[in-house]
């Protein structure tokens, strides 16, 4: 069985952001429950569909906190968005036409790339915040 949930070091120190992060994952848990059970229908897509737009306004906001701390990194950062959206497009333009084997595997790679993501680049601008409010 996957696991869809974030530890305590996935914590960036926003309470938005990270109940976010958890939201965003509690989708990809659904989605990968129906794969599981063989299930396409309008309950699927309709969670497909939360997921990218949910994923969106999160990118929305987190890519705020950046521009409001000044954060240095923001231009890749949002590149990554950006690449994670593309990927994420790429799925619910697909998961339909393809394998459950398929769609689990491409499901695992979204939900691997977001936490990876997290753990990495969204650490960043956790850490620059902190160093932001050392100085203050």
Avoid at 37 to 57: P, Q
Avoid at 119 to 132: F, G, I, W
């Amino acid at each position: 069985m996957e696991k869809f949930a974030l530890s305590d070091a996935h914590l960036v120190g926003d309470d938005l952001l990270d109940a976010q992060h958890r939201v965003i994952l509690g989708y990809m848990a659904k989605i990968y429950d129906h794969l599981l059970a063989g299930k396409k229908e309008k309950d699927m897509f309709g969670l497909v569909e939360r997921l990218d737009t949910y994923c969106r306004l999160h990118f929305l906001d987190e890519e705020k906190v950046m521009e409001d701390m000044e954060f240095p990194e923001i231009v890749a950062h949002k590149a990554q968005h950006a690449l994670f959206i593309t990927h994420l497009e790429n799925f619910a333009g697909r998961f339909e036409e393809q394998t459950s084997t398929k769609n689990i595997d491409e499901l695992l790679f979204l939900k691997n790339w977001f936490v990876e993501h997290i753990a990495d680049l969204d650490k960043k601008y956790a850490e620059h915040k902190k160093q932001l409010e050392k100085r203050h």
